[in-house]
């Protein structure tokens, strides 16, 4: 697979969920150091002055410059003067088949933008959709931030991309696709291990390194998501959901469902209606 073909792959599955975001001036007592967010960041300085590191690369952002800031990445951030950034923000994750985005790809920390009005109308609805309670807000917001890192693509050289760790990252995605592609199965520890032609004890630790949780915790927790769905979005009886997840009985069901969301699927069910 060429590198302009496993690019195109992996940024076709593309899944975004919108944490925050805003448009202000920062204080003058802007600051916070060495940290590393369990989110990533946009920052798009409009005016001031101020002081970033993202990793061991410091930066002076100038106004027209769009900032990646990636997850799970040592970072630093202050005003450096009276006149502190103006600047468009939001925090987000950006995953592909369940894997940060950016422990997949290396991209540029920052971008110069081109038809920075266009960028401003974008990065503006995704403020105005994140502000509104109209139910179809939340998948607009998603949709514009996609625009948004869409179009900061576009503002790089493909070559400026790069990968990291690809052979592993291959497996673990085409993994994970397979996961939710049979959630409705019985799969065990050993079925996904071979899948991997790894032993079940090492396929364990393997597992974990790299999405923070053991295999039999992920199934459960990828089931309890279309569980939730299901819940939301269909008339099912506790237990159909239970048979068409793979659970042993309703009763093992309503345990795991309480246990990951602090709610049985019943009072779940009832809210969901309530609050959409």
Not at 64 to 71: A, D, N
Not at 99 to 110: E, R
Not at 154 to 175: A, C, F, G, R
Request: overall charge negative; proline content about 4%; hydrophobic content about 35%.
């Amino acid at each position: 697979m060429d590198h302009q073909t496993l690019l195109t792959n992996y940024l076709s599955n593309l899944e975004v969920d919108l944490f925050m975001v805003n448009y202000n001036r920062c204080g003058t007592d802007w600051r916070d150091l060495d940290y590393t967010p369990d989110y990533s960041k946009l920052y798009w300085i409009c005016e001031g002055e101020g002081w970033l590191r993202i990793g061991d690369q410091e930066y002076y952002p100038k106004p027209g410059q769009l900032f990646l800031m990636p997850e799970g990445i040592k970072q630093s951030y202050s005003a450096i003067s009276d006149k502190p950034f103006l600047k468009y923000w939001c925090h987000f994750s950006a995953k592909v088949g369940g894997i940060n985005l950016f422990q997949i790809l290396q991209f540029p920390h920052v971008v110069n933008v081109e038809q920075p009005e266009r960028f401003q109308d974008i990065f503006g609805s995704v403020l105005t959709y994140a502000n509104s309670n109209e139910i179809y807000a939340h998948m607009m917001a998603k949709s514009k931030l996609t625009e948004l890192l869409s179009y900061y693509i576009m503002n790089l050289d493909v070559n400026q991309i790069t990968y990291l760790n690809v052979p592993v990252v291959e497996k673990l995605s085409t993994l994970l696709t397979y996961i939710d592609s049979h959630i409705e199965e019985n799969m065990s520890v050993q079925d996904l291990a071979k899948m991997l032609h790894m032993h079940p004890n090492y396929f364990i630790r393997f597992f974990k390194q790299h999405i923070g949780m053991p295999p039999i915790h992920y199934l459960t927790s990828r089931k309890i998501d279309k569980a939730k769905e299901m819940l939301h979005c269909t008339s099912l009886t506790m237990t159909q959901i239970a048979g068409n997840l793979g659970f042993s009985d309703s009763y093992y069901f309503s345990r795991q469902f309480k246990k990951h969301t602090g709610l049985n699927p019943t009072e779940y069910r009832k809210q969901s209606t309530v609050t959409t």
